[in-house]
């Protein structure tokens, strides 16, 4: 007689002691504001990419009356940050780039110490914490979408040791850096 097996379950190297945790316990908002200067020098936020230099298509440095005196908000690299109003095109996800101003429209949060800011990067750009953000969704007066910061930091998501979300951070660049060498070898061998 056969018996019937279920999926296998792969765990390398992991334990896997995951715990449920508010987001507020990982994040706290950072709020600075600041002119730009050169040490925090004004950069864009683009959907999939992060902070980046502005573009020809992000750079509204024309409308703005005055520059002097214009705030914006600083990040720090590994700032986790969002645009409620464009979660679904990923305006949403890590600062990689380092030191610098973004518009104000941006919602930004400092890991607290308890996570690891490359393993909430992944975590909660995925599908499912986006559509559990987006239930927090409210209207405001000009008919956009807001998720409000006290309520992104409301959210619980599964999180393991700190320790667990390296190994699982170093395990998924492994694979990332094994994906591009095999994606290069591919196009190499179409091309000749």
């Not at 002691?17 to 908002?29: F, H, N, P, S, T």
């Not at 599964?158 to 994906?179: C, F, H, M, W």
Request: aromatic share 10%; with cysteine; net charge positive.
């Amino acid at each position: 007689m056969s018996q019937t097996r279920g999926p296998r379950k792969i765990r390398g190297p992991f334990t896997f002691a995951w715990e449920q945790r508010k987001v507020g316990d990982l994040l706290i908002e950072r709020n600075q504001q600041a002119p730009m200067s050169d040490e925090y020098p004004l950069m864009a936020f683009i959907a999939n990419e992060g902070v980046a230099p502005k573009g020809e298509r992000y750079d509204r440095s024309a409308l703005v009356t005055d520059t002097v005196n214009k705030l914006y908000k600083k990040t720090e690299k590994g700032d986790f940050i969002y645009s409620s109003n464009n979660l679904e095109t990923g305006s949403i996800g890590l600062n990689k780039y380092g030191k610098a101003c973004i518009s104000p429209v941006y919602s930004i949060f400092e890991p607290t110490g308890i996570a690891d800011s490359d393993f909430l990067g992944r975590r909660l750009v995925r599908k499912d914490f986006i559509n559990t953000m987006v239930k927090w969704r409210q209207g405001v007066i000009y008919g956009q979408w807001r998720i409000h910061e006290s309520d992104f930091l409301k959210i619980e998501i599964a999180v393991p040791s700190v320790e667990e979300q390296r190994k699982i951070g170093t395990y998924l660049d492994q694979l990332d850096n094994l994906i591009t060498l095999h994606q290069r070898k591919f196009y190499v061998s179409i091309l000749v």
